[in-house]
């Protein structure tokens, strides 16, 4: 690859941070209360990590479990608040029951972070009709990755889906990075990297005790060697291949 490919790490706190920073991480995603699949963090927290790591954070813009909005207005003011702590990059996706994109709601929040850059998330997973909700998102500002597996089971079975649309990259639509995560594995990086995918998200696989421990710098940093191409694929240990 003609550039660094992005490692992403799900950081919960400051100790998280710090370790994935030492590891070799490009970007933080800062969330809370991972049996939710990752909420907005407190304000002070993202604060703390963005005075500890000089690493780009996205912050998560999600209020309770599951994918749709909820409460927008608050959604606004929480995000107006994390932009005063220092968040300059977002995490977002709303679906409506059905699974049709929320537009409605992507855009008023969307409207309240200015310049800022953002990833859709792997709501995108969940969608209906996933060129569609990409062909609504096409012309909104500052979305510049989809976060996804490819399938709501993981990267196992969505890896079809992830080829198909790293094919398609620089189509109206497929403009955006894709980040690959969730239940991503060693053993799919060469797949992935053979066709072209530049960004890897791993939360589960940065930690050798499971979410009730920290992120781990040498486990980011075994990431960081597979994804850059350091060394050999199947020779990268894998902390026992622990899905991200």
Do not use: N
Not at 133 to 141: E, I, V
């Amino acid at each position: 690859m003609s550039k660094r490919a992005v490692l992403e790490v799900i950081a919960l706190d400051v100790e998280d941070a710090v370790a994935a920073q030492a590891g070799g991480a490009d970007r933080l995603e800062l969330v809370t209360d991972m049996a939710a699949d990752g909420l907005t963090p407190p304000v002070r927290t993202v604060a703390a990590i963005r005075a500890a790591v000089g690493i780009p954070l996205r912050v998560m813009l999600r209020l309770a479990d599951g994918f749709a909005a909820g409460d927008v207005e608050r959604l606004v003011t929480v995000a107006g608040e994390l932009r005063e702590a220092g968040a300059e990059e977002f995490v977002l996706g709303f679906l409506s029951p059905g699974g049709d994109l929320d537009l409605v709601a992507v855009e008023r929040v969307v409207g309240a972070l200015g310049a800022c850059r953002w990833t859709f998330h792997r709501a995108i997973d969940r969608a209906a009709d996933r060129a569609a909700l990409r062909k609504q998102l096409a012309d909104l500002p500052g979305l510049d990755t989809y976060l996804t597996a490819g399938a709501p089971t993981g990267v196992d079975d969505g890896l079809p889906t992830l080829l198909a649309e790293a094919a398609r990259r620089g189509e109206p639509g497929y403009e955006q990075q894709l980040l690959v995560g969730g239940g991503l594995r060693l053993d799919h990086l060469p797949q992935l990297v053979a066709a072209g995918i530049d960004g890897f998200h791993i939360g589960g696989a940065a930690r050798p005790d499971g979410w009730a421990g920290p992120v781990s710098a040498a486990a980011v940093a075994r990431w960081r060697l597979a994804v850059d191409g350091v060394e050999p694929f199947d020779t990268v240990e894998d902390l026992d291949l622990q899905p991200s």
